[in-house]
Structure formats: structure tokens, C-alpha cells
């Protein structure tokens, strides 16, 4: 039996000159307004390009398949991830447990205002998630995550950070999505982001705890926070 094949999601060419990306991002832009309106089931091709108002020849120019059209959606929501991520969790001058929290209050707000696409976009995940232009992105997010659990945990075996950091980043991301399947207030929203983000203080403290009760890692690194 011969391997099935995983169906081709890169961009046949990038747009170089201004008229190409103004058409791609109206590619784009129709397809967000379709996948959001009919789901990841109903969305084609076919339906992206008339709902941008050009041919589907045209959007085969740059895009071989939907998979490719939603692929392309979903990476740019996965660099808008990496990108928060890189901008919290690289801010070395405040202390690790004050950038988890914003971290944690950062995403939760996003999977909020974003939640009905975030939904579709997991939907159509089976037709490129085991692409390794997929694989690629997402190991990206998790460099900068694991990287910031390496100096969290300094004192930790790897096997234990590589652990927490995974646990921490699926957690994240699960819980996000079904506080998100409802509509929240932002006040809701603080209040919730701030139980996880003390969820994950409190397992992070029971970690390093070996040498110290997690209460007082937690109460040093507050007490660090004040002086920096």
C-alpha cells in the first residue's frame, strides 16, 4: 500500500510587485469572510474567489489548493502567536513570573476576539497539520517557549522543563479555546487569565521546590519583581 501523500500547502510564487500583494491580500481577506461564514467544510476555491471578485485561475496563481488558502491563514495566526510570544517572554528586564502572567492574559484576550475563526482554522486542521511547513511553525512558538522555561527552571532536569513547558503550552491553548467558545467580558476575561496564570506559578514553585517550598519561589520571585 503505498503512503498517502500530504497534499502540497507553500505558495506556488510570492507576490512582487504591489498590484500581486494587494490581489493576495484580497484573496486572503475573502477567504477569512468565507471560512467564517460557511465553515471549514463548505469553503473552496471556488467560493474564496468569488467572494474576492476574481477568477479562480487567479487564485491559483498563488495558492495550488484550499488547503494552501487555509494553511496561509492559519500561519499568519500562528506568526501573530510567535510574535506575542517573542515580545513577552524575550522581555528580560521584568521578572519570569510577571511575563507569564501577561503572557497568559495576552493569549486568553486573543482567543477570545478571535474565537470564531480559531474554530474554523482548527476544523480545516486535518488537511495540513501534518505538512512539515505545518510542523515548522509551530516548532518556532515553542523554541521561544522553551527557551523561557530554561531560564524559569535553570535548576531543573531537561526532561522535567521539557515536561512543564508542554504541559504548560497545552493547557494554555485547550483551556483558551473553550473559555473562549462563549462570549466573555474583559472582566471575565483579567479574572481567568489570572486563576491560570496562578495555576501555573504554583506548578512552576512546586518544580523548583525541591530546595524550597513553591509559596516561598513564589514570594522570592515577587520580592525579585519589586527590586528590578
Known sequence: ????????????????????????????????????????????????????????????????????????????????????????????????????????????????????????????????RDAPEAQAAQAAGERIFDTFMQEVLPTVAQESRVLASDLIITTLSTVGKNFSESTRTPAEIEVYAAAMADMFAAYLGNIEGHSQHPATWIANEAIRSEYQ
Not at 465553515?39 to 494552501?68: C, D, H, I, L, M
Not at 503572557?103 to 470564531?116: G, N, T
Open 1 to 128: 500500500m503505498s503512503k498517502q501523500q500530504t497534499p502540497q500547502i507553500s505558495s506556488r510564487k510570492q507576490p512582487k510587485q504591489a498590484r500581486s500583494t494587494e490581489l493576495v491580500a484580497a484573496i486572503l481577506q475573502a477567504a477569512i469572510q468565507v471560512l467564517a461564514k460557511e465553515g471549514a467544510q463548505r469553503f473552496t476555491t471556488a467560493r474564496v474567489a468569488e467572494k474576492a471578485g476574481v477568477s479562480v485561475g487567479s487564485v491559483y496563481q498563488y495558492f495550488p489548493n484550499k488547503a494552501a488558502i487555509l494553511f496561509r491563514l492559519q500561519s499568519d495566526e500562528w506568526q501573530q502567536t510567535t510574535d506575542m510570544l517573542r515580545s513577552i517572554l524575550e522581555e528580560v528586564q521584568k521578572p519570569p513570573l510577571e511575563r507569564l502572567r501577561a503572557l497568559v492574559l495576552a493569549f486568553i484576550r486573543s482567543e477570545c476576539e478571535e474565537a470564531e475563526m480559531r474554530v474554523a482554522l482548527n476544523d480545516a486542521a486535518p488537511l495540513y
